[in-house]
């Protein structure tokens, strides 16, 4: 059974960085796709990035381009999220999620991604 872990949130300052790591059990990480959701209180959940299995990268959200960073290590069958420059609005619950090889070209739907980590919580104040 394929299970997503992540780890790494908490509170930081604005203008800080965090790093959230996803660790996938039940398989191997090279057959899949990862990416990260978001959700904030009261808004609904937003795709940020995704890691396909060839090791391509995209970026959903402007707000996040130049400031969050996908990257993968298939041997230790971990995506992580490095997230720098934070600021209070992106405060929300950050999910793991998977899907078999692809990222979505454009846009990433909940509903096309079967597997969810438990979500990490972020939240960026003074």
């Known amino acids: 059974q394929l299970q997503l872990v992540e780890s790494g949130g908490g509170l930081v300052q604005p203008g800080g960085s965090l790093r959230l790591s996803c660790v996938l059990s039940?398989?191997?990480?090279?057959?899949?796709?990862i990416g990260w959701f978001r959700q904030a209180p009261g808004k609904e959940r937003e795709g940020v990035s995704c890691?396909?299995?060839?090791?391509?990268?995209?970026d959903y959200v402007d707000s996040v381009k130049g400031r969050f960073s996908i990257s993968r290590d298939n041997v230790k069958k971990t995506v992580y999220l490095q997230m720098n420059s934070l600021k209070p609005e992106d405060t929300a619950v950050y999910f793991c999620?998977?899907?078999?090889?692809?990222?979505?070209?454009?846009?990433?739907?909940?509903?096309?991604?079967?597997?969810w980590g438990q979500g990490t919580q972020v939240t960026v104040s003074s």
């Open positions: 039940g398989s191997i990480l090279d057959y899949y796709a």
């Open positions: 999620v998977s899907r078999f090889r692809t990222c979505p070209r454009s846009t990433m739907v909940p509903f096309d991604f079967p597997t």
């Open positions: 890691s396909d299995s060839s090791g391509e990268n995209l």
